[in-house]
């Protein structure tokens, strides 16, 4: 019997209910509002209970078991071959993960983590960002350290290694066949390795090579910044700035030019195939594809801009008052319409090949209000949620407690819906009050 791993209050309660009303002890839903609510489907092996509104929920079924204290702690349990446990304190504030080759653990700037090969080797990771790092695993043992006096980090940051000594007094970058060593950081610098040379007294003098990727250099820097950059696209590209002139960028298939650094700037790529100019840059900008003779890109910031491209189209009116965008690839289709960033959205999607379809309404503090394949679902107020809609930690902890009005999709198709956490609700069709009993097929134990 489902009920066997409840707890011993909930099974007392439930022998008495099956007693007074025989049917119940194969499925029942007994409501007392606000107290409690317990309902159990013994043919699906399904139990749930609550206590004190949405403040405590208790679900469980053969495949997993979920436990809710609002807005405290969220324990979530899975069965069968996975047995995974995911564990939530006042989320986001601490959160932990027990999988069977991975642990994890998660208290603001602090994580742990530790994953287990196949070969019994663990990797494990402890962080206290930006200060304490720790590294362990088989191919390069431990490392770590405690910033700004000592550290010693494979594959960080995206460098190979990182080194550094009471930072900022010294720091080296490791990348493949080149090292960047900084001595008073960033004031004075070396570049080494295999394929790196090249000295830096910022913001006097600097000369870099980088065999086959880079020569660059500055003389009082900005003043006189040069480079020659090898990118797998475009290939070799100088660039100059005499600072406040002018700033350029020359190379086989990109030029650019900048008078008075961003008074009016050109960019004409062969390779994406735009022309661009801005006067001054950002505030006006506008791009048009080479050959043709309407601008896809046009920008007055912030009073109005609009772009055109790659099936994209986006607007703004007054930014952030008003912004919009619209995309049609294929099959997919998308539309957003939002105000003051997020007080206000409205957004839509649908694929015309698989027949899916969602939308989303929200309003701060007022409502959310989404749909998915016509279920609908939302609440009001929506404090949080209207402005994070689908976030999973939000939904599940801390919108049902400011939920007066809320609605669901049920199992059935029905739509669902709550007032004051269950004072008044319509379940299945039907209508529950605040005392209520129900035995029999109409229990869905959710």
Same mark, same amino acid.
């Given at each position: 019997?489902?009920?066997?791993?409840?707890?011993?209050?909930?099974?007392?309660?439930?022998?008495?209910?099956?007693?007074?009303?025989?049917?119940?002890?194969?499925?029942?839903?007994?409501? &007392?509002w606000?107290?409690?609510? &317990?309902a159990?489907?013994?043919?699906?092996g399904?139990?749930?209970?609550?206590?004190?509104?949405?403040? &405590?929920?208790?679900?469980r079924t053969?495949?997993?078991?979920d436990?809710?204290?609002r807005?405290?702690?969220?324990?979530h349990?899975? !069965?069968?071959?996975?047995?995974?446990?995911?564990v939530?304190?006042?989320f986001?504030l601490? *959160?932990?993960?027990?999988e069977?080759?991975?642990?994890s653990?998660?208290?603001?700037?602090?994580?742990?983590?530790?994953?287990?090969?196949d070969?019994?080797?663990?990797?494990s990771?402890?962080t206290?960002?930006?200060f304490?790092?720790?590294?362990?695993?088989?191919?390069?043992?431990?490392?770590?350290?405690?910033?700004?006096?000592y550290?010693?980090?494979?594959?960080?940051?995206? !460098?190979?290694?990182?080194?550094? &000594?009471?930072?900022?007094?010294?720091?080296?970058?490791?990348?493949?066949?080149?090292?960047?060593?900084?001595?008073?950081f960033?004031?004075?610098?070396?570049?080494?390795?295999?394929?790196?040379?090249?000295?830096?007294v910022?913001?006097?003098y600097?000369?870099t090579?980088?065999?086959?990727?880079?020569?660059?250099?500055?003389?009082?820097?900005?003043? !006189?910044?040069?480079?020659?950059r090898?990118?797998?696209?475009?290939?070799?590209?100088s660039?100059?700035?005499f600072?406040?002139?002018?700033?350029?960028?020359?190379?086989?298939?990109?030029t *650019?030019?900048?008078w008075?650094?961003?008074?009016?700037?050109?960019?004409?790529?062969?390779?994406?195939?735009?022309?661009?100019?801005?006067?001054?840059?950002?505030?006006?900008?506008?791009?048009?594809?080479?050959?043709?003779?309407?601008w896809?890109?046009?920008?007055?910031?912030?009073?109005?801009? !609009?772009?055109d491209?790659?099936?994209?189209?986006?607007?703004?009116?007054?930014?952030?008052?008003?912004?919009?965008?619209?995309?049609?690839?294929?099959?997919f289709?998308?539309?957003?319409?939002?105000?003051?960033?997020?007080l206000?959205?409205?957004q839509?999607?649908?694929?015309?090949?698989?027949?899916?379809?969602?939308?989303?309404l929200?309003?701060?503090?007022?409502?959310r209000?989404?749909?998915?394949?016509?279920?609908?679902?939302?609440?009001v107020?929506?404090?949080?949620?209207?402005?994070?809609?689908?976030?999973?930690g939000?939904?599940?902890?801390?919108?049902?407690?400011?939920?007066?009005?809320?609605?669901?999709?049920?199992p059935?198709?029905d739509?669902?819906?709550?007032?004051?956490?269950?004072?008044? *609700?319509?379940?299945?069709?039907?209508?529950?009050?605040?005392?209520?009993?129900?035995?029999?097929?109409?229990?869905?134990?959710?």
């Amino acid at each position: 019997m489902v009920l066997g791993r409840s707890p011993s209050g909930l099974r007392v309660a439930a022998l008495l209910l099956a007693l007074l009303v025989p049917e119940a002890a194969g499925a029942f839903d007994l409501k &007392v509002w606000p107290l409690f609510r &317990v309902a159990t489907n013994e043919a699906r092996g399904e139990l749930r209970w609550s206590a004190l509104g949405p403040l &405590v929920e208790y679900t469980r079924t053969p495949e997993w078991s979920d436990l809710r204290i609002r807005p405290l702690l969220w324990l979530h349990r899975e !069965y069968g071959e996975r047995h995974d446990v995911r564990v939530e304190v006042l989320f986001p504030l601490l *959160s932990l993960r027990l999988e069977e080759r991975y642990r994890s653990l998660r208290f603001l700037l602090l994580s742990q983590h530790t994953q287990r090969a196949d070969d019994g080797d663990d990797t494990s990771a402890f962080t206290l960002f930006p200060f304490v790092f720790y590294r362990h695993d088989a191919e390069h043992g431990t490392r770590g350290g405690v910033l700004p006096f000592y550290l010693d980090l494979d594959d960080f940051l995206g !460098y190979e290694r990182v080194q550094a &000594v009471m930072f900022p007094a010294f720091l080296r970058l490791t990348e493949p066949r080149v090292e960047r060593s900084y001595y008073l950081f960033p004031f004075v610098s070396t570049v080494g390795g295999a394929d790196g040379s090249g000295v830096r007294v910022w913001p006097f003098y600097g000369d870099t090579t980088i065999a086959g990727r880079e020569r660059s250099g500055y003389l009082l820097w900005p003043f !006189y910044v040069h480079s020659e950059r090898f990118d797998a696209r475009y290939g070799w590209e100088s660039r100059r700035v005499f600072f406040p002139v002018l700033s350029s960028l020359d190379g086989e298939h990109r030029t *650019s030019r900048g008078w008075g650094m961003l008074g009016y700037t050109r960019t004409v790529d062969d390779i994406a195939g735009y022309e661009a100019t801005g006067a001054p840059w950002p505030v006006v900008f506008r791009d048009r594809a080479l050959g043709d003779e309407t601008w896809r890109t046009w920008r007055l910031a912030p009073f109005y801009g !609009y772009s055109d491209r790659d099936g994209i189209r986006s607007r703004f009116i007054a930014w952030p008052f008003f912004r919009s965008t619209e995309q049609d690839t294929d099959d997919f289709h998308f539309r957003r319409h939002d105000a003051i960033l997020v007080l206000w959205r409205r957004q839509w999607q649908w694929n015309e090949a698989t027949g899916q379809r969602a939308s989303l309404l929200t309003v701060f503090p007022v409502v959310r209000s989404a749909e998915e394949d016509g279920h609908p679902a939302g609440q009001v107020p929506a404090i949080v949620d209207s402005i994070i809609p689908t976030n999973r930690g939000v939904l599940a902890m801390w919108a049902p407690l400011w939920g007066l009005v809320r609605w669901d999709t049920g199992p059935a198709g029905d739509l669902d819906w709550s007032v004051l956490w269950g004072l008044a *609700s319509r379940e299945r069709g039907r209508w529950r009050g605040p005392v209520d009993v129900t035995t029999g097929d109409t229990v869905d134990g959710r």
